[in-house]
Protein backbone atom coordinates (compact mmCIF):
# COMPACT_ATOMS: atom_id res chain seq x y z
CA UNK A 1 0.00 0.00 0.00
CA UNK A 2 2.95 2.42 0.86
CA UNK A 3 4.37 1.78 -2.90
CA UNK A 4 1.12 2.82 -4.56
CA UNK A 5 0.98 5.63 -2.37
CA UNK A 6 4.37 6.98 -3.15
CA UNK A 7 3.76 6.39 -6.88
CA UNK A 8 0.78 8.50 -6.38
CA UNK A 9 2.07 11.30 -4.85
CA UNK A 10 1.35 13.81 -7.77
CA UNK A 11 -2.44 14.12 -7.87
CA UNK A 12 -2.35 16.86 -10.22
CA UNK A 13 -1.60 14.80 -13.49
CA UNK A 14 -3.53 13.39 -16.39
CA UNK A 15 -3.86 9.41 -17.50
CA UNK A 16 -4.57 9.68 -21.24
CA UNK A 17 -7.55 7.72 -21.78
CA UNK A 18 -9.37 6.52 -24.53
CA UNK A 19 -12.45 4.37 -25.57
CA UNK A 20 -13.54 1.15 -27.17
CA UNK A 21 -17.07 0.44 -28.38
CA UNK A 22 -18.78 -1.91 -25.94
CA UNK A 23 -20.18 -5.35 -27.64
CA UNK A 24 -23.33 -5.78 -25.29
CA UNK A 25 -24.47 -2.58 -25.54
CA UNK A 26 -25.21 -0.64 -28.08
CA UNK A 27 -23.34 3.43 -28.29
CA UNK A 28 -21.77 3.13 -25.43
CA UNK A 29 -18.04 3.60 -25.26
CA UNK A 30 -16.04 1.99 -22.74
CA UNK A 31 -12.86 4.07 -21.49
CA UNK A 32 -9.29 2.45 -21.65
CA UNK A 33 -6.29 4.25 -20.22
CA UNK A 34 -5.31 4.85 -24.23
CA UNK A 35 -2.07 2.77 -25.61
CA UNK A 36 -2.61 1.61 -29.11
CA UNK A 37 -3.97 2.99 -32.41
CA UNK A 38 -6.62 0.94 -31.95
CA UNK A 39 -7.97 2.32 -29.75
CA UNK A 40 -10.27 5.76 -30.45
CA UNK A 41 -7.85 8.45 -28.24
CA UNK A 42 -10.37 11.14 -25.84
CA UNK A 43 -9.65 14.74 -26.48
CA UNK A 44 -10.70 16.41 -22.80
CA UNK A 45 -10.92 19.37 -24.73
CA UNK A 46 -12.56 18.58 -27.71
CA UNK A 47 -15.33 20.79 -28.76
CA UNK A 48 -17.60 17.94 -30.54
CA UNK A 49 -17.32 15.70 -26.88
CA UNK A 50 -18.80 18.90 -24.88
CA UNK A 51 -22.64 17.24 -25.82
CA UNK A 52 -21.37 14.15 -24.15
CA UNK A 53 -22.16 12.28 -21.20
CA UNK A 54 -19.77 10.54 -18.45
CA UNK A 55 -21.22 7.85 -16.22
CA UNK A 56 -18.45 6.85 -13.91
CA UNK A 57 -18.49 3.82 -11.57
CA UNK A 58 -16.00 1.41 -9.54
CA UNK A 59 -16.23 -2.06 -10.02
CA UNK A 60 -16.42 -2.79 -5.87
CA UNK A 61 -19.14 -5.48 -5.71
CA UNK A 62 -22.02 -5.34 -8.57
CA UNK A 63 -24.08 -2.86 -6.93
CA UNK A 64 -22.02 0.05 -8.32
CA UNK A 65 -21.85 -1.02 -11.72
CA UNK A 66 -25.20 -2.16 -11.70
CA UNK A 67 -26.25 1.48 -11.02
CA UNK A 68 -24.14 2.55 -13.49
CA UNK A 69 -25.50 0.66 -16.38
CA UNK A 70 -28.89 1.64 -15.30
CA UNK A 71 -28.25 5.23 -15.68
CA UNK A 72 -26.61 3.84 -19.46
CA UNK A 73 -29.49 2.43 -20.14
CA UNK A 74 -31.43 5.86 -20.40
CA UNK A 75 -28.83 7.85 -22.16
CA UNK A 76 -26.67 5.27 -24.57
CA UNK A 77 -29.30 5.26 -27.53
CA UNK A 78 -30.30 9.07 -27.61
CA UNK A 79 -27.67 10.38 -30.44
CA UNK A 80 -29.91 13.25 -30.25
CA UNK A 81 -29.48 14.20 -26.74
CA UNK A 82 -26.00 13.08 -26.52
CA UNK A 83 -23.99 13.38 -30.06
CA UNK A 84 -21.12 13.36 -28.74
CA UNK A 85 -21.29 9.66 -26.84
CA UNK A 86 -21.79 8.13 -23.52
CA UNK A 87 -18.71 6.76 -21.97
CA UNK A 88 -18.80 4.09 -19.53
CA UNK A 89 -15.86 4.99 -17.21
CA UNK A 90 -14.75 2.61 -14.72
CA UNK A 91 -11.92 3.66 -12.96
CA UNK A 92 -11.17 -0.05 -11.48
CA UNK A 93 -10.45 -0.63 -15.62
CA UNK A 94 -7.77 2.43 -15.70
CA UNK A 95 -4.73 0.53 -15.29
CA UNK A 96 -2.51 2.24 -12.76
CA UNK A 97 -1.87 2.54 -9.01
CA UNK A 98 -4.72 4.38 -8.85
CA UNK A 99 -6.73 0.99 -9.50
CA UNK A 100 -4.27 -1.36 -7.37
CA UNK A 101 -5.41 1.64 -4.61
CA UNK A 102 -8.93 0.65 -5.15
CA UNK A 103 -7.96 -2.83 -6.15
CA UNK A 104 -6.57 -3.05 -2.32
CA UNK A 105 -9.58 -1.67 -0.77
CA UNK A 106 -12.12 -3.79 -2.47
CA UNK A 107 -10.09 -7.19 -0.97
CA UNK A 108 -10.55 -6.23 2.22
CA UNK A 109 -14.43 -5.13 2.15
CA UNK A 110 -15.18 -9.24 -0.01
CA UNK A 111 -12.78 -10.83 2.72
CA UNK A 112 -14.70 -9.36 5.28
CA UNK A 113 -18.22 -9.95 3.78
CA UNK A 114 -17.16 -13.44 3.25
CA UNK A 115 -16.36 -13.64 6.70
CA UNK A 116 -19.53 -11.81 8.01
CA UNK A 117 -21.62 -14.49 6.32
CA UNK A 118 -19.94 -17.73 6.84
CA UNK A 119 -18.97 -17.86 10.27
CA UNK A 120 -21.09 -14.82 11.59
CA UNK A 121 -20.69 -14.21 15.56
CA UNK A 122 -18.87 -11.44 16.35
CA UNK A 123 -17.55 -11.40 12.48
CA UNK A 124 -20.72 -10.63 11.45
CA UNK A 125 -21.17 -8.04 14.60
CA UNK A 126 -17.63 -6.39 13.12
CA UNK A 127 -18.69 -6.23 9.54
CA UNK A 128 -21.85 -4.63 10.69
CA UNK A 129 -20.67 -1.81 12.94
CA UNK A 130 -17.89 -0.61 10.30
CA UNK A 131 -21.03 -0.86 7.40
CA UNK A 132 -23.18 0.96 9.42
CA UNK A 133 -20.65 3.66 11.50
CA UNK A 134 -20.35 6.20 8.34
CA UNK A 135 -19.20 9.52 10.01
CA UNK A 136 -17.89 12.66 9.07
CA UNK A 137 -14.64 10.90 9.36
CA UNK A 138 -15.32 8.53 7.25
CA UNK A 139 -16.24 11.29 4.38
CA UNK A 140 -12.80 12.83 5.42
CA UNK A 141 -11.44 9.77 4.47
CA UNK A 142 -13.05 8.85 1.25
CA UNK A 143 -12.11 12.49 0.35
CA UNK A 144 -8.51 12.24 0.57
CA UNK A 145 -8.62 8.34 -1.29
CA UNK A 146 -10.76 10.40 -4.13
CA UNK A 147 -8.20 13.23 -4.19
CA UNK A 148 -5.35 10.28 -5.26
CA UNK A 149 -7.77 9.29 -7.92
CA UNK A 150 -8.47 12.94 -9.55
CA UNK A 151 -6.15 12.17 -12.70
CA UNK A 152 -8.23 9.03 -13.50
CA UNK A 153 -11.19 11.60 -14.74
CA UNK A 154 -8.77 14.42 -15.87
CA UNK A 155 -9.13 12.72 -19.36
CA UNK A 156 -11.91 12.70 -20.40
CA UNK A 157 -14.37 15.72 -22.16
CA UNK A 158 -14.21 18.40 -19.45
CA UNK A 159 -17.68 20.04 -20.82
CA UNK A 160 -19.58 17.07 -19.94
CA UNK A 161 -22.22 15.78 -17.35
CA UNK A 162 -20.51 13.36 -14.91
CA UNK A 163 -23.40 11.01 -13.32
CA UNK A 164 -21.28 9.34 -10.39
CA UNK A 165 -22.22 5.44 -9.44
CA UNK A 166 -20.00 5.79 -6.08
CA UNK A 167 -19.06 8.54 -4.09
CA UNK A 168 -15.18 8.16 -4.65
CA UNK A 169 -15.99 8.71 -8.43
CA UNK A 170 -18.23 11.99 -7.18
CA UNK A 171 -15.06 13.45 -5.13
CA UNK A 172 -12.78 12.69 -7.56
CA UNK A 173 -14.30 14.70 -9.85
CA UNK A 174 -14.44 17.93 -7.62
CA UNK A 175 -10.72 17.11 -7.15
CA UNK A 176 -10.38 17.28 -11.46
CA UNK A 177 -12.14 20.28 -11.97
CA UNK A 178 -15.24 19.03 -13.25
CA UNK A 179 -18.27 21.35 -12.75
CA UNK A 180 -21.46 19.13 -13.62
CA UNK A 181 -21.45 16.04 -11.31
CA UNK A 182 -24.13 14.12 -10.36
CA UNK A 183 -23.87 11.79 -7.19
CA UNK A 184 -26.16 8.60 -7.40
CA UNK A 185 -26.48 8.33 -3.98
CA UNK A 186 -26.87 4.28 -2.66
CA UNK A 187 -28.55 2.74 0.43
CA UNK A 188 -31.35 4.10 2.47
CA UNK A 189 -29.06 4.13 5.59
CA UNK A 190 -27.87 8.03 5.84
CA UNK A 191 -24.07 7.80 6.19
CA UNK A 192 -21.36 10.69 5.71
CA UNK A 193 -19.28 8.75 2.64
CA UNK A 194 -22.15 8.16 0.39
CA UNK A 195 -22.60 12.08 -0.29
CA UNK A 196 -20.23 13.93 -2.60
CA UNK A 197 -20.13 18.03 -1.49
CA UNK A 198 -20.33 20.17 -4.45
CA UNK A 199 -21.88 18.28 -6.19
CA UNK A 200 -25.54 17.39 -6.87
CA UNK A 201 -26.67 14.77 -4.71
CA UNK A 202 -29.79 12.18 -6.06
CA UNK A 203 -31.16 10.38 -3.30
CA UNK A 204 -33.40 7.36 -3.95
CA UNK A 205 -35.90 6.95 -0.85
CA UNK A 206 -36.98 9.67 1.62
CA UNK A 207 -35.74 8.37 4.79
CA UNK A 208 -32.16 9.54 3.43
CA UNK A 209 -33.84 12.44 1.92
CA UNK A 210 -35.32 13.65 5.39
CA UNK A 211 -31.76 12.96 7.18
CA UNK A 212 -29.24 13.97 5.07
CA UNK A 213 -31.72 17.64 4.43
CA UNK A 214 -31.55 17.62 8.09
CA UNK A 215 -27.95 17.95 8.22
CA UNK A 216 -27.63 20.74 5.23
CA UNK A 217 -26.41 23.43 7.33
CA UNK A 218 -23.52 21.01 7.80
CA UNK A 219 -23.35 20.13 4.03
CA UNK A 220 -23.39 23.34 2.65
CA UNK A 221 -23.00 23.41 -0.38
CA UNK A 222 -23.69 20.19 -1.01
CA UNK A 223 -27.15 19.90 -3.19
CA UNK A 224 -29.72 17.47 -2.25
CA UNK A 225 -32.47 16.08 -4.55
CA UNK A 226 -35.27 13.02 -3.76
CA UNK A 227 -35.28 11.49 -7.45
CA UNK A 228 -36.26 7.61 -6.57
CA UNK A 229 -34.75 4.71 -7.33
CA UNK A 230 -31.73 3.76 -9.77
CA UNK A 231 -33.24 0.86 -12.50
CA UNK A 232 -32.53 0.19 -16.07
CA UNK A 233 -34.59 2.01 -18.70
CA UNK A 234 -36.11 -1.87 -19.90
CA UNK A 235 -36.74 -2.65 -16.14
CA UNK A 236 -39.20 0.47 -15.89
CA UNK A 237 -40.12 0.53 -19.08
CA UNK A 238 -42.01 -2.93 -18.94
CA UNK A 239 -42.83 -2.95 -15.29
CA UNK A 240 -46.67 -2.82 -15.69
CA UNK A 241 -46.80 -5.84 -18.10
CA UNK A 242 -44.11 -7.98 -16.09
CA UNK A 243 -46.75 -7.87 -12.96
CA UNK A 244 -49.58 -8.52 -15.40
CA UNK A 245 -47.38 -11.25 -16.46
CA UNK A 246 -46.92 -12.51 -12.74
CA UNK A 247 -50.21 -12.01 -12.01
CA UNK A 248 -51.54 -14.14 -14.91
CA UNK A 249 -49.18 -16.84 -14.00
CA UNK A 250 -50.81 -17.50 -10.35
CA UNK A 251 -53.74 -18.94 -11.83
CA UNK A 252 -51.60 -21.06 -14.00
CA UNK A 253 -49.63 -24.68 -13.43
CA UNK A 254 -46.48 -23.36 -14.00
CA UNK A 255 -43.68 -23.76 -11.40
CA UNK A 256 -42.94 -20.61 -9.14
CA UNK A 257 -40.07 -18.82 -10.38
CA UNK A 258 -37.43 -18.11 -8.31
CA UNK A 259 -34.18 -15.75 -9.51
CA UNK A 260 -31.31 -16.24 -6.73
CA UNK A 261 -28.26 -13.94 -7.34
CA UNK A 262 -24.91 -13.95 -5.43
CA UNK A 263 -23.14 -10.68 -4.93
CA UNK A 264 -19.98 -9.36 -6.21
CA UNK A 265 -18.46 -9.86 -3.17
CA UNK A 266 -19.58 -13.80 -3.43
CA UNK A 267 -21.12 -13.84 0.31
CA UNK A 268 -23.71 -15.88 1.06
CA UNK A 269 -22.90 -19.41 -0.24
CA UNK A 270 -23.69 -21.25 3.10
CA UNK A 271 -27.18 -19.37 3.46
CA UNK A 272 -27.97 -20.39 -0.74
CA UNK A 273 -26.49 -23.67 -0.77
CA UNK A 274 -28.71 -24.71 2.33
CA UNK A 275 -31.74 -22.98 0.97
CA UNK A 276 -31.23 -24.73 -2.58
CA UNK A 277 -30.79 -27.93 -0.92
CA UNK A 278 -33.70 -27.31 1.60
CA UNK A 279 -36.27 -26.53 -1.71
CA UNK A 280 -35.26 -29.83 -3.32
CA UNK A 281 -38.47 -31.68 -2.55
CA UNK A 282 -40.32 -28.24 -4.18
CA UNK A 283 -38.12 -28.54 -7.09
CA UNK A 284 -39.04 -32.13 -7.41
CA UNK A 285 -42.28 -31.93 -7.30
CA UNK A 286 -42.55 -29.12 -9.61
CA UNK A 287 -43.61 -26.39 -7.27
CA UNK A 288 -40.27 -23.73 -7.74
CA UNK A 289 -38.20 -23.53 -10.51
CA UNK A 290 -34.54 -22.11 -8.96
CA UNK A 291 -32.89 -19.99 -11.49
CA UNK A 292 -29.26 -19.02 -9.46
CA UNK A 293 -26.78 -16.41 -10.63
CA UNK A 294 -23.28 -17.23 -8.87
CA UNK A 295 -21.81 -14.62 -11.30
CA UNK A 296 -18.05 -14.60 -11.91
CA UNK A 297 -16.89 -16.80 -8.81
CA UNK A 298 -16.14 -20.18 -10.17
CA UNK A 299 -16.00 -21.21 -6.58
CA UNK A 300 -19.37 -21.12 -5.56
CA UNK A 301 -20.64 -22.59 -8.87
CA UNK A 302 -18.75 -25.38 -8.01
CA UNK A 303 -20.07 -25.28 -4.51
CA UNK A 304 -23.91 -25.11 -6.20
CA UNK A 305 -22.77 -28.21 -8.27
CA UNK A 306 -22.04 -30.33 -5.35
CA UNK A 307 -25.21 -29.26 -3.65
CA UNK A 308 -27.21 -30.61 -6.43
CA UNK A 309 -25.57 -33.76 -6.26
CA UNK A 310 -26.72 -34.21 -2.81
CA UNK A 311 -29.69 -32.99 -3.10
CA UNK A 312 -30.36 -35.92 -5.68
CA UNK A 313 -31.08 -33.12 -8.57
CA UNK A 314 -29.72 -34.74 -11.47
CA UNK A 315 -27.71 -33.21 -14.21
CA UNK A 316 -30.56 -33.80 -16.78
CA UNK A 317 -32.71 -31.48 -14.04
CA UNK A 318 -29.87 -28.27 -14.47
CA UNK A 319 -29.22 -26.24 -17.36
CA UNK A 320 -26.10 -24.60 -17.52
CA UNK A 321 -25.78 -20.75 -18.91
CA UNK A 322 -22.14 -18.96 -19.27
CA UNK A 323 -22.67 -16.28 -22.09
CA UNK A 324 -25.19 -13.45 -21.97
CA UNK A 325 -26.66 -14.60 -25.42
CA UNK A 326 -27.62 -17.49 -23.61
CA UNK A 327 -29.70 -15.65 -21.09
CA UNK A 328 -31.16 -13.35 -23.13
CA UNK A 329 -32.27 -16.84 -25.14
CA UNK A 330 -33.52 -18.13 -21.22
CA UNK A 331 -35.46 -14.65 -21.21
CA UNK A 332 -37.15 -14.96 -24.20
CA UNK A 333 -38.54 -18.50 -22.66
CA UNK A 334 -39.77 -17.29 -20.07
CA UNK A 335 -41.54 -14.22 -21.67
CA UNK A 336 -43.28 -16.87 -23.59
CA UNK A 337 -44.30 -19.21 -20.85
CA UNK A 338 -41.95 -22.01 -22.94
CA UNK A 339 -41.00 -25.05 -20.28
CA UNK A 340 -37.22 -24.83 -18.74
CA UNK A 341 -35.18 -27.00 -16.66
CA UNK A 342 -36.33 -27.22 -12.70
CA UNK A 343 -32.70 -25.84 -12.36
CA UNK A 344 -30.68 -23.13 -14.11
CA UNK A 345 -27.40 -22.08 -13.04
CA UNK A 346 -25.37 -19.29 -14.30
CA UNK A 347 -21.64 -18.62 -14.08
CA UNK A 348 -19.61 -16.00 -16.35
CA UNK A 349 -15.80 -15.37 -16.78
CA UNK A 350 -17.00 -11.57 -17.53
CA UNK A 351 -18.23 -9.08 -15.54
CA UNK A 352 -20.93 -7.47 -17.50
CA UNK A 353 -23.07 -11.21 -17.73
CA UNK A 354 -22.34 -11.51 -14.36
CA UNK A 355 -24.35 -8.50 -13.10
CA UNK A 356 -26.65 -7.81 -16.33
CA UNK A 357 -27.96 -11.46 -16.28
CA UNK A 358 -29.55 -10.89 -13.12
CA UNK A 359 -31.84 -7.53 -14.59
CA UNK A 360 -32.75 -9.01 -17.58
CA UNK A 361 -33.98 -12.20 -15.75
CA UNK A 362 -35.96 -10.37 -13.12
CA UNK A 363 -38.38 -8.90 -15.66
CA UNK A 364 -39.49 -12.92 -16.04
CA UNK A 365 -39.27 -14.62 -12.57
CA UNK A 366 -42.17 -14.60 -10.50
CA UNK A 367 -39.73 -13.66 -6.96
CA UNK A 368 -36.17 -12.49 -6.48
CA UNK A 369 -34.81 -13.80 -3.63
CA UNK A 370 -31.61 -11.41 -2.83
CA UNK A 371 -29.72 -9.89 0.27
CA UNK A 372 -31.06 -6.29 0.60
CA UNK A 373 -28.49 -4.52 -1.78
CA UNK A 374 -29.03 -2.13 -4.16
CA UNK A 375 -31.76 -5.02 -6.04
CA UNK A 376 -33.87 -4.03 -3.57
CA UNK A 377 -35.02 -1.12 -5.08
CA UNK A 378 -36.14 -3.09 -7.91
CA UNK A 379 -39.81 -3.78 -9.64
CA UNK A 380 -39.93 -6.98 -9.00
CA UNK A 381 -41.70 -9.02 -5.66
CA UNK A 382 -38.48 -9.96 -3.46
CA UNK A 383 -38.09 -12.22 -1.04
CA UNK A 384 -35.07 -10.06 1.07
CA UNK A 385 -32.88 -12.98 2.39
CA UNK A 386 -30.39 -12.06 5.25
CA UNK A 387 -28.08 -9.03 4.74
CA UNK A 388 -24.28 -9.01 4.56
CA UNK A 389 -23.53 -5.82 5.98
CA UNK A 390 -25.54 -3.74 8.46
CA UNK A 391 -26.84 -1.54 5.96
CA UNK A 392 -28.67 -3.27 4.04
CA UNK A 393 -30.96 -3.84 6.91
CA UNK A 394 -32.68 -0.37 5.68
CA UNK A 395 -33.02 -1.26 2.34
CA UNK A 396 -34.96 -4.26 2.73
CA UNK A 397 -37.41 -1.77 5.01
CA UNK A 398 -37.86 0.09 2.01
CA UNK A 399 -39.08 -2.70 -0.31
CA UNK A 400 -41.61 -3.92 2.75
CA UNK A 401 -42.93 -0.59 2.86
CA UNK A 402 -43.48 0.21 -0.74
CA UNK A 403 -45.29 -4.01 -0.62
CA UNK A 404 -42.82 -4.99 -3.67
CA UNK A 405 -40.62 -7.08 -0.92
CA UNK A 406 -40.66 -8.77 2.08
CA UNK A 407 -39.02 -8.11 5.19
CA UNK A 408 -35.55 -9.36 5.60
CA UNK A 409 -35.49 -12.95 5.75
CA UNK A 410 -33.04 -14.44 8.60
CA UNK A 411 -33.15 -18.43 8.41
CA UNK A 412 -33.26 -20.73 6.01
CA UNK A 413 -36.13 -22.00 7.37
CA UNK A 414 -37.91 -18.85 7.26
CA UNK A 415 -37.03 -18.33 3.63
CA UNK A 416 -38.63 -21.83 2.50
CA UNK A 417 -41.94 -20.69 4.87
CA UNK A 418 -42.51 -17.57 2.38
CA UNK A 419 -41.45 -19.22 -0.73
CA UNK A 420 -44.16 -22.21 -0.25
CA UNK A 421 -46.55 -19.60 1.02
CA UNK A 422 -46.15 -17.53 -2.55
CA UNK A 423 -46.98 -20.77 -4.19
CA UNK A 424 -49.73 -22.06 -1.66
CA UNK A 425 -51.47 -18.57 -1.87
CA UNK A 426 -50.67 -16.64 -4.59
CA UNK A 427 -53.02 -13.92 -4.11
CA UNK A 428 -49.90 -12.43 -1.95
CA UNK A 429 -47.43 -11.96 -5.08
CA UNK A 430 -50.65 -10.58 -6.96
CA UNK A 431 -50.88 -7.91 -3.79
CA UNK A 432 -46.67 -7.39 -4.74
CA UNK A 433 -47.35 -6.91 -8.14
CA UNK A 434 -50.29 -4.51 -7.41
CA UNK A 435 -47.85 -2.61 -5.40
CA UNK A 436 -45.20 -2.24 -8.13
CA UNK A 437 -47.90 -1.11 -10.81
CA UNK A 438 -48.79 1.66 -8.13
CA UNK A 439 -45.13 2.43 -7.54
CA UNK A 440 -44.46 2.89 -11.68
CA UNK A 441 -47.29 5.25 -11.59
CA UNK A 442 -45.89 7.55 -8.49
CA UNK A 443 -42.34 7.47 -10.52
CA UNK A 444 -40.77 5.51 -7.45
CA UNK A 445 -38.73 4.00 -10.04
CA UNK A 446 -37.76 6.66 -12.15
CA UNK A 447 -34.30 7.77 -10.67
CA UNK A 448 -32.19 6.73 -13.38
CA UNK A 449 -34.17 8.45 -15.21
CA UNK A 450 -34.45 11.48 -14.06
CA UNK A 451 -30.43 11.60 -13.52
CA UNK A 452 -30.31 11.54 -16.81
CA UNK A 453 -32.49 13.57 -17.44
CA UNK A 454 -30.87 16.72 -15.07
CA UNK A 455 -27.42 15.83 -16.39
CA UNK A 456 -29.13 16.40 -20.51
CA UNK A 457 -30.83 19.67 -18.94
CA UNK A 458 -27.60 21.20 -17.54
CA UNK A 459 -25.91 20.33 -21.12
CA UNK A 460 -28.63 22.56 -23.09
CA UNK A 461 -29.34 25.05 -20.68
CA UNK A 462 -25.40 26.78 -20.26
CA UNK A 463 -22.13 26.34 -22.17
CA UNK A 464 -20.47 26.39 -19.07
CA UNK A 465 -23.46 24.92 -16.38
CA UNK A 466 -23.19 24.37 -13.07
CA UNK A 467 -25.47 22.60 -10.40
Known amino acids: MQLVQKKMENSSGMI ?99 MATELGGPFEWLHGYFTTSGDATSLRTTALIAKRLAPTLRGLPIKAPLIAAHSL ?67 VMQAITDSDARIA ?40 CIIINAGDHQDI ?52 PAVSATDVLARAVDILACKPSELAFYPVPKLMIRRVGDHEAFSANRANELADGTAEIRTVEHAVTYLRLFYTYPEILSIMNSAIKTNIQNGIYDGAKNAVAIAAAALWLSSSPTF
Open 16 to 114: KLGWIASKDIAGLRITRKFNNEKMNAIDPSDEKDGASLVVGTIRMGFGHYRIAYAACSWASGDKSRWPGGVYFHDLLSIDGPEAALIANSDNIYRKSSK
Open 301 to 352: RQALINTFHNANITEQQVTHINTFTQVTALADNLHNNNPISPVVLLAFNEYF
Open 169 to 235: VALAGVFADRKNIINLVIDNHPQWFVLAPNTLNLIQGPRNFFEFAARRKQLDPTDLRLAGHWIPRDN
Open 249 to 288: RTSSNIPLRVLLPFGGAGAQRKFVTSLVHALAQDIHNGKI
